[in-house]
Structures are given as C-alpha cells and as structure tokens.
C-alpha cells in the first residue's frame, strides 16, 4: 500500500481489535485478527502491545492454556478513552480527506 | 527457522535489554509460535520476520538506541536498518554466511561441546563489548561482596555463617587481606589453587562435592573452574563420569576455599551441587535444566534462574532466589526449597495461579485448595519448608 500506517494508527488498530474481546485476548490472535485488515508483513506487534501496556491502555493477565501460559490483553478504562478519542479524530481526518478527493472542499 | 532457533537469535539480539523485559519478550514469541501450531514453526518464523528486525524493533520500543548496540557492523547492514525493502538476506554482519543455518548455541539438538566452541566465536563485536561490560561489572560485584565479608570478618560478632570461617582462617585475613579491603578476590581469599576450563557437552550432569567452602555459579561463554584458598591443588579432582558428565570434587576442609564456576546455558542438563558441612552456594544466574543445591550448614542464593526443576536445600541456613523463570526451552514444574531451621525468600515469574503448593511453615502447613478442577490449571509444583518467615512473590515479571 502507497500510505504507511504510522504508530498512533497502529495503536488506534489494536486497541479496536483487543477491545472487541470482553475478557481479552492473545497475543497471536491480535496478530492475526489486524492482518485481516492490514498487511504486517515484516512487523510484529509485541512493542505495539508493549507501548499499549506501558501507557496504562492495556492490562495483562497469564493464564494456563494446555499446560503452558498465555498472556491475555485486556482494554482499562483509560484504552476505552484513548481508543474513542482515536476514533473520533480519525472520523474528522477522513471525512476532511475524503471531501477533498471527492471534489466537495473549495 | 524453526521455533528454538528464531527464540535464541532472538535471545542473542535482546542482550541490551533487563532480563525481565528479556523474559518478557521471549514469553510472547513462544506464545506466538506455541499458538501458531508446532507443524508450522517454520512459517510462523517467516510471518514474524527477520529475528534481527524484530529485535531492532522490540529495542527501540523500550527506548534503546538499537544503532549505539551495533557500532561494529557494516555499512551494507545500516542501510539494511534504514531501506525496510531491502530484503533480509542482505544482512552479512548480523546473518551468518550463506549455507546451511548454523545450529544455534542453544538448540540441543545439534549441541555438542566442540560445536560450542564454534558458536562462541560467531558472536557479533557488539555482543562482545557487552559480555565485557557484563564481566566488569561481575568483577565489581565481587569486590564489593568480598570486601562486605572481610568487614563482617574484621568486625567483632560475625555472622552464623562465617563463624568458623572466622575461627580457623582469621589468622591468614589478618597477615594477608584486611589491610587493602578492596584488594582483588584472589588475594582476599587466598590464592588460585586450581583451574581449569570444563567441558560443556550439553547433557549430562555436573557434580560439584565439596567437603567445605563456598560455591558461587556465573553465566558465561567459557566454561570454566576455578578454585581459590589456602590449600593444596591436590584437593581438587576432576573427572568424567560415565554419561556425558562431569564431577568435580573438592576435599579441602579449609573454610575460605572457593569455587567459583562459569557455566553458558545449558552446558549440561542438571547441575547438582553438594557442600557437606559448610560453606554458601550462589547459584548466580544459571540458565539449566535441572538445578539442585546442598549445604549443610549455609545459606543458597540466586540472582535470576531459568530452569525447569530446581531444588534448594540447606540444613542450617536461609534460601533467598531473586527470580526463577522460564528457560527458553523449558519452563518451571517443579521448585523444592528445603531450610528447615532458617527462612526462604523466592520470586517467581509464573502467577500464583499456576502453582500447586505445599508450604510447611511455623505458621502451619499452607497447602493449595483442592478445587482444582480444571486439570490445567495447575501445572507447576511448589514445595517449601522453612523455620522462619516463608516469603514468596508470584507473578514477577
């Protein structure tokens, strides 16, 4: 794709994707569930999730899957805020854009 | 690149960062490949990408300057760094040559002591510096212990530990090393009377019996022994034993004697160390399969292990483990700490959760509820005895 998806974009994204889980949800799955709307090739999401973490958007819990442990992510409060603020800023940022490829913005 | 080789290049490239942040790093990838499905390590590899890139990546996201770590690499691989097009092969310093993969240090498989050899010197220059960096302050450390210990000797009470060490060996500490508290190690405690390189077959046991005197474990890429006090080199023995391991013996009675062992990870599958009348075990931050540690009478200590069954016992003495974690090949079943007259202290990576406890304490005997119903749940063992207080973290990462 011609347009690259910077690090706010790539947050906004994952926090949508772990906000659709009620009780969380791995780290694989995250993977898999963006590349459905996102080519990573050569990207991984470790210190998106990190970042997420470490900026109190995301809580994580390890739990026993097969025998081994599975980190879960989870949205806070504070992941709910920053994501509906992304939202809204994005709304604003393509409506501009898209009335100016569509010819309506003089 | 199958999942054990991607996770120690990957190992070998986070060296800047914390071991928690380490730990925490590799936890995730294994997850990754673990989720991915065993058939499908080799793909799962190509999906995550180049170990090198995703290390660069995970580095700058915790705020190291990835450039400062990789000084001695070429100008082809910078502007590697910068062009992400640019595709992985072209990566002569970081990747090996062209040919088939060299097996990993780690990957046991292909694991043998004259391959270990080999795999030392493939390492980048930068890793070099920071195992200098590493040692230096290893160095430090023991200068700072040592001299804490000749201050504890000089002082009046002493500590339980030392007693006898200051009794039989005061004499020697006045003549030689109480004047100069920083002098270095060897002089402290008496001179080098053995060393010697050991071999690392990467299975196996190493033995390690002293009759006395203190027993301290370091990481490194050399493997090797060495001994110091005031004794003979005679009291020194070491041999092959007759599957793949090594014993190492030390008759000395003297107290002051030191053995101080630099092991990389997983030189050998279990390491068992015995002390039978007194001396200190540090375990350091062994990266083993199997770890047991004797002493009679003193206390065992560890910075951060990484092992699958550790057993920790002292008869007269505390227990106090900074962390045991998860190795890269393996993860904790089973923890034994036995300090039947002193306490135990220990931190441990795996939620509490994961634990399947018996704890016989003053207290009374703490064990895990038995509404253990989901079978897999619980798939970690704990079992400690201590006289004193019992203090134990969970979930430390």
Known sequence: MAFNTGAALLDAIVLAVVAREEHGTYGYKITQEVRQVLDLSESTLYPVLRRLQKDGCLTVRDEAYNGRNRRYYEVTAAGRTRLAEFRAEWDAYTSQINKLFKGELS | MRKYAYLARLEEMLAPLSAQELQEALNYYEEYFDAAGNENEEKTAEELGDPAKVARKILEGEGIDPSSQEEGTSPAEEKAQETAEVPPQQEPAVTPPAGPEPPPVEDPEHYSGTETGAATKKHKPYTKRLWLVFWLLVALALVVQVSVLLLGLGGRGGNSDFEVAESTAVSYQEETALATETASVQQDAGKIIYSSALDTPGKGTLFVNLSCGNVAFKTGDQAEIEVSGYDHASTVSYGKTVDYGYTLSCDSADPDTHVT???????????????????????????????????????????????????????????????????????????????????????????????????????????AMGENTESTKYFRTLRVVAADAVTLEYGIT
């Open chain 2, 261 to 367: 062992i630099t092991l990389p990870a997983d030189a050998y599958n279990k390491v068992a160390v015995s002390v039978s009348t007194q001396g200190a075990i540090e375990l350091g931050n062994l990266k083993i399969r199997e770890i047991s540690a004797y002493t009679a009478n003193g206390s065992i200590q560890s910075g951060v292990l990484r092992t699958e069954h550790l057993r920790a016992a002292t008869d007269l003495g505390n227990i106090w483990l900074e962390k045991v974690s998860d190795g890269v090949k393996y993860q904790v079943e089973q923890v034994e700490l036995l300090a039947p007259t002193g306490y135990v202290a220990a931190s441990f990576a795996a939620a509490e959760d994961q634990w399947q406890k018996e704890i016989s304490a003053p207290e009374g005997l703490e064990q």
